[in-house]
């Protein structure tokens, strides 16, 4: 069983930072991809950004060059720093990840809130 624990999301006034860590734990063979989206209240699950295992990114539009995907692949950790946040960022960011285990997995984390206060 692949576990996503989640970390570092909070309350920050519109400008701020904050950096979310997402740690995979379990047997794991391969991790092709691990990714960051978030929801809103009342809107659909959106993708933030996502990286592959060689380090290629994806980023939505409304967060391209305020937000870095970052990838540890050695400890199975992925990191969202986000800099520059709105009140529009405010969400409930979920971790996930796709890979390999005995069989293949696409596991989701708990969520962890990030409010950006205007």
């Known amino acids: 069983q692949v576990q996503l624990v989640e970390s570092g999301g909070g309350l920050v006034q519109a400008g701020g930072s904050l950096r979310l860590s997402c740690a995979a734990s379990?047997?794991?063979?391969?991790?092709?991809?691990m990714g960051w989206y978030r929801q809103a209240p009342g809107k659909q699950r959106e993708l933030v950004a996502d990286?592959?295992?060689?380090?290629?990114?994806n980023y939505a539009d409304s967060v391209q060059g305020r937000f870095t995907i970052s990838i540890d692949n050695a400890k199975n950790t992925v990191y969202l720093q986000m800099n520059s946040l709105k009140p529009e960022d405010t969400a409930v960011y979920y971790c996930?990840?796709?890979?390999?285990?005995?069989?293949?997995?696409?596991?989701w984390g708990q969520g962890t809130q990030v409010t950006v206060s205007s």
């Open positions: 990286i592959g295992s060689g380090g290629n990114t």
């Open positions: 379990g047997i794991i063979f391969s991790i092709n991809v």
């Open positions: 996930n990840a796709q890979g390999l285990t005995f069989v293949p997995f696409d596991n």
